[in-house]
């Protein structure tokens, strides 16, 4: 840890602790919360990465104790959230708590937010005080890159504008929006440049927010400006719905980067022309978790996490891995399916490394659905494996389903079911 870190280090564990700095000696001035006895792996996150990983560390070795750390009691996932928005689901079936989860496998839960990480100390710093580590691991999902859009108000503007890419009151402020758009109204929504959470998700949005305006508001508009060059995720099977189900609702603009946003007037600005809408969704560009970024384990792009691709073990700090869409895991989309199976892996590779044992090469497997009407989805599936040190897909080992179909809508719910419950189990 940098000297200038190391400062800025004491400083958030003096406010996080109420203890003074004067005279207090580094870390230990503060209380251990949980203090340690055995063997213990910190999990910061509770969500599509950190539950896994927490459950499967002590499947696969009980003599470890696990410590999961999540700000919310309460999970709401971001998968299936657009159908929440589209009107067909309730917000109730995407939430999760934690104590079957803890009890079922001894999983000790602490609901706090981690302000600080000291990587050579092995402590992590939460309001009540310093919780000690043999391992670290981080899932915190994605922070936002608010700094790149002129007039964005990280507190002001979601309230007026959501982003709705991190589910909740984010999720029910949109759902609210639709509803209340004015009969004949535009829609703005703006799609940043890869990488972002979940490749194919703007658009299932777009597709979700056509389904209730087609029902509800037939004359209303969307418009989409898409930063990147076309629809990245599955697009023409997105086209195809479009053209089948929103016929003139829709005008997709790609190559439109938001580079300016004003709440008052509800407006972006792409550079070349400013867009005003009745509803702006404005999705920003995107980081690694925060906590990520205090704990120096950020690359150099001062966005994402570089880790060793068989351990998720970080490249720039020991015994600290990184899971989820924090981490760059080469071909794998950040998605919670892939969360999942990097946790999987990442969770028996730590295993490994703390009986100083091998590790096992991981395959993962990734399956992103995208529902385009109330009855149909849409899906794309891969495997994936380690090769030369970089995770690539396996050539031939997946692709897009044939066409929209009402039994992908079958298998999309099957597999929200199961893996909330595999989370919260
Ligand atoms: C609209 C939308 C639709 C999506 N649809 C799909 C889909 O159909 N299929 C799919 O596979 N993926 C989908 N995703 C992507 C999926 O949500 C993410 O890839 C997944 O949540 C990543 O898991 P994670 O563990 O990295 O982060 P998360 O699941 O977001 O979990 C992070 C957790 O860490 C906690 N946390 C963060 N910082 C701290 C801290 N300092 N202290 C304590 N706790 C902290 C947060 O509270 C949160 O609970 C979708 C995303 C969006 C936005």
Redesign the pocket.
Known sequence: MSNMDRRSFIKLLGAATGVGLAGAPFITSAAEMLPKKGRRVVV????????IVAKYIRINDPSIEVVM????KK?V??????TVIGGFRDIKDNTITYENLAANNGIKVVY????AVDTSAKKVV?SGGTISYDRLVL????DFRFEEIEGYDPVATPKVIPH????GEQ?LLLRKQLVDLPKGGTVVMSIPVTPF??P???Y??ISMMAWHLKNHNPTAKIIVLDANPDIVSKGPLFKKAWAKHYEGMIDYRPGNKVTKVDNKKRSVDTGVEEIKGDLVNL?PPQKA???AH?AGVVGEDKKWCPVNQLSFESTLAKDVHI?????MAGAM????????SQ?KVCATNIVQLMNGQDLIDPSHT?????YVTENEAISVAAVYKVAEGKTIAVANSGGVSPDLSELEAIY?RS??KN?LHEMSS
Do not use: H, L, Q
Not at 44 to 51: A, L, N
């Open positions: 910061i996150g509770g969500g599509y990465g950190g539950s750390i999540e700000r919310d999970f996932s971001c998968p299936f959230s657009n706090d937010e981690v302000t939460v899932s915190p999902g994605i709705a890419w991190k589910a999720t959470r979940c194919p998700g703007p299932e949005r999705v978790g925060m906590i205090k899971i989820g869409d924090s981490c989309p950040k998605s919670g399916y892939s969360a999942n946790a990734n399956v992103c659905y995208s999309a597999w929200i893996i």
